[in-house]
Every structure is written in structure tokens, then in C-alpha cells.
């Protein structure tokens, strides 16, 4: 049985994943209206990996007797500027999600709550890969500078980029 302060860390937790799910929907949705293909698949396919975080968190929570709450959601921006400052805003948003769920493992060790803990460890590594890949493509842009064969070759080979999950 979950704590009900467990409990409403984790529907906290349930929401900003569904609200990264979001961000990166309207990303997704940004760079298809831009003709960015590759980029707009890799956002699309990201944006379904961020609703299965949440859903693995849904289920849980039922699981372990709790009831995880579907609310409404903050909407996500529209447009993004540039693509470069887009992938710049996912790698923030992923250090967000990683300080969220560093939150989340700190309420299970205070409430004692081993197998959510133990839960938890999956959402943590997972975080250590997303923010390394956020970091590698941020490399990636800065090593392209405004060149615009880069640009389309990036495009092309971002489409490959993904986190295992
Ligand atoms: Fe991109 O992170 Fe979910 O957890």
C-alpha cells in the first residue's frame, strides 16, 4: 500500500510526464509544419516514449492500491524558433524531469517505501540516457553551425536517434 504522500508524489510525477509527452507532441508538430521530417519523427517517437513513462507509472500506482489521477494539463508552446533552440529546450526539460524524479526517489526513502524505490531505479536510468542524448545532439547542432548540407544531413540521421527504452 502506498503512503498517501507516495501516492501524491507519484500523480505529481504522472502529470509531467504526460505534459513532456505534450512538449514534444507540439515539437513533433513545429518541425513537420517546418519540413523538418527527421527531426519531427524523432519528436513524435519521443513524445510516445514519455506517455509510456507515464503510463508505467499509472499502472503502478493502481497496482499498488493507489488511484493515479488523469488531470488536465499546462498546454506546451507553439512555436520553438529554431531548431536549435528547441533541442536546447529538450535537454532543459529533461534536466527538469530528471530533478523531478530525483524528488520522487527522496519521498520513497523518507516514507521507507522499498518497492517503490526499487521502481523508481528504472525511471533514473532512464533519465541518465536521456539527458546524455540531449547532450550528444546538442553537440551534434553545434558542430553543424549554420551550414545548410549539415542542417539536411542532421535531419536525415536524427530520424535513427533513440533511447531504449
Ligand atoms: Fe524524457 O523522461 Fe520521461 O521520465
Known amino acids: ?3 498517501d ?9 504522472i502529470r509531467v510526464e ?7 507532441l507540439a515539437m513533433a508538430s513545429w518541425a513537420e509544419v517546418k519540413g523538418l521530417e527527421g527531426i519531427s519523427l524523432f519528436m513524435y517517437r519521443h ?3 514519455e506517455r509510456m ?3 508505467k507509472l499509472i499502472k503502478y500506482v493502481n497496482e499498488r492500491g493507489g488511484h493515479a489521477h488523469i488531470t488536465d494539463l499546462k498546454a506546451p508552446k507553439k512555436n520553438f524558433g529554431s531548431f536549435q533552440k528547441m533541442f536546447q529546450e529538450l535537454y532543459e526539460h529533461e534536466i527538469f524531469v530528471s530533478q523531478s524524479i530525483n524528488e520522487l526517489v527522496h519521498v520513497a526513502l523518507e516514507e521507507k517505501d522499498y518497492a517503490t524505490h526499487n521502481f523508481l531505479q528504472w525511471y533514473v536510468a532512464e533519465q541518465i540516457e536521456e539527458e546524455a542524448l540531449a547532450r550528444n545532439i546538442l ?5 553543424i553551425g549554420n551550414d545548410k548540407g549539415g542542417l539536411y544531413l542532421f535531419d536525415r540521421d536524427v530520424q535513427q536517434i533513440t533511447v531504449d527504452s
Open 18 to 24: 504526460a505534459e513532456s509527452s505534450q512538449v514534444y
Open 47 to 49: 513524445s510516445d516514449e
Open 139 to 143: 553537440d551534434k547542432i553545434s558542430l
Open 5 to 13: 504522500k507516495m501516492e501524491k508524489a507519484l500523480n505529481e510525477q
Open 53 to 55: 513513462h507515464m503510463l
Open 1 to 3: 500500500m502506498l503512503t
